[in-house]
């Protein structure tokens, strides 16, 4: 069995309607990059990709680029924009 590293990933908003939870933990291949953990997310529930490009992404309380690369046990979140005030 090829190696994985395992990640949680925080829904909010939409994602987290979609899912019906508020975090998931998955595994992946080692050099998974943060871009293809919500390219996963958004395969799965397709209605989500009008969101897939306005979507901050974050690993470990901070804000990341999407080509950055998962280490084991990083906590990814994402953050569709949200209306209100």
């Known amino acids: ?3 994985t590293i395992t990640i949680t990933v925080k829904l ?3 994602y ?3 899912y019906g ?3 998931l933990i998955l595994d992946f291949p080692p050099e ?3 871009r293809s953990v919500l390219d996963y997310i958004i395969a ?6 009008k969101w897939g490009d306005v979507t901050r992404l974050g690993i470990n309380l901070k804000f990341a680029d999407a080509e950055t ?3 084991q046990g990083d906590e990814v979140v994402l953050i569709p924009p949200v209306s209100g005030g």
Not at 44 to 49: A, G, K
């Open 1 to 3: 069995m090829p190696p």
């Open 12 to 14: 909010f908003a939409a």
């Open 16 to 18: 987290q309607e979609a």
């Open 21 to 23: 939870v508020s975090e």
């Open 32 to 34: 998974t990059s943060v």
């Open 44 to 49: 799965e529930h397709p209605q989500l990709t």
């Open 69 to 71: 690369i998962l280490q």
